[in-house]
């Protein structure tokens, strides 16, 4: 069974970074899309980045765009998500999923497999 694992959640100001970590146990990751979303006050679920290990091809929303990476951890079976100049309207729970295939802008739903998510919260 792939049991998707987040970590690194926390409270930040405005401006500071944070290091999203995702284990995705019993898979390959060469074969599996990994994606991030998050899910903030008031506002609909997000896709906030994606990558497909395989070919190193990744996705990330506008919002994010110079701001965050989505890579490969140093860690087996680990990606991560750099998060910088973090901005208030960036507070929510963050998910990982993992889809296997190359699927970068699959919504959520579509995903094989989510982790319980992990807080983040941006003060301005």
């Known amino acids: 069974q792939v049991q998707d694992v987040e970590s690194g959640g926390g409270f930040v100001q405005s401006g500071g970074s944070l290091r999203l970590s995702c284990v995705a146990s019993n898979i390959n990751l060469d074969f599996w899309t990994i994606g991030w979303f998050r899910q903030s006050p008031g506002k609909e679920r997000e896709a906030v980045a994606s990558?497909?290990?395989?070919?190193?091809?990744?996705y990330y929303t506008d919002s994010v765009k110079d701001r965050f990476t989505i890579s490969r951890g140093s860690a087996r079976n680990t990606v991560s998500l750099q998060m910088t100049n973090l901005k208030p309207e960036d507070t929510g729970v963050y998910y990982c999923?993992?889809?296997?295939?190359?699927?970068?802008?699959?919504?959520?739903?579509?995903?094989?497999?989510r982790g319980q998510g992990t807080q983040v919260t941006v003060s301005s």
């Open positions: 999923a993992a889809k296997f295939g190359q699927h970068l802008r699959a919504s959520l739903d579509e995903y094989d497999y």
């Open positions: 990558i497909f290990s395989r070919d190193g091809s990744t």
